[in-house]
């Protein structure tokens, strides 16, 4: 039901962003996926998504974390296919430090990335979808949009510009024929909290079940991760007929985190 519709993912290259860009392909989308890697990994991971799906895709290297990164993405995309109908907005980092320990230029970076470059992709797609009088902005916020957690200042802070990013952008385009969400995980099984996990261990001296249910998912009572097809059918959803009346939601999909 997206064919002929063209989707930019940013942050694609892996995790929620790559579960999302398959998700749409899948619907027919024409796909831009982004991020920062190697060169041949990234080329591997477009030439697999549009030969699953049999859909165009670019792939394009950029930094987000600066505004020149974040126009020349949209320029790429506008120059492959002329339009961009679905923009995901899901490119993100995290810092974990005391507020008077937190490195100021690490507060830069997260603000930039999280909250600075949706802005941007916002500003100059938004254009193309009034032109075409059909659009989709869906933005990978965090169950920290509406919630804090002690040592993630610039993370919570950029999640929560986010959510009220994606209330304001809704309400002006609310006669557009475009919408824009949120989507808010808990925690979700990808790599970067796989990751996580030996650290842990090694720094609080607990077994690997113990820092999966008692740190990792201490605050999710489902005591579950979602996985990234979980939000990447939310994606999909969102861009369905059916959802042409969704805007200016913050949708938790956080196994009860944010219920207590
Ligand atoms: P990930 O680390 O697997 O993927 C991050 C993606 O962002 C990669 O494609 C990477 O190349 C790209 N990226 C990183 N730095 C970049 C930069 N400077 N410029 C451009 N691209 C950059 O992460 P993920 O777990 O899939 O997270 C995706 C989004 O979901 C993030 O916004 C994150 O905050 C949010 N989120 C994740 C979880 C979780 O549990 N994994 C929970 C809540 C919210």
Partial sequence: ??????ALVTGSTSGIGLAIAYALAGAGADLVITGIGEPDEMEDARRSLA??????????????ITREGTHAMVE??????????ILVNNAGMQHVAPVDEFP?????????????????ACRLCIPMMKARGWGRIINTASAHSTTASPF???YVSAKHGLAGLTKTIALELAQHNITANCISPGYVWTPLVENQ????????????????????LSGQPTKKFSQPEDIAALAVFLCRDEAQN???SNIAVDGGWTAQ
Avoid: Y
């Fill in 1 to 6: 039901f997206l064919k002929g519709k063209t």
């Fill in 51 to 64: 030969d699953r799906h049999r859909v165009k895709a670019i792939c394009l290297n950029v930094d987000l």
């Fill in 76 to 85: 790429a995309a506008r120059d492959a296919f002329g339009h961009v109908d």
């Fill in 104 to 120: 100021p230029e690490r507060w830069d970076q997260i603000i930039a990335l999280n909250l600075t470059a949706a802005f941007d």
């Fill in 152 to 154: 993630k200042a610039a």
């Fill in 197 to 216: 996990i030996p650290d842990t261990m090694k720094a609080r001296g607990l077994s690997r079940e113990a820092v999966i249910n008692d740190v990792l």
């Fill in 246 to 248: 969704m805007t200016g």
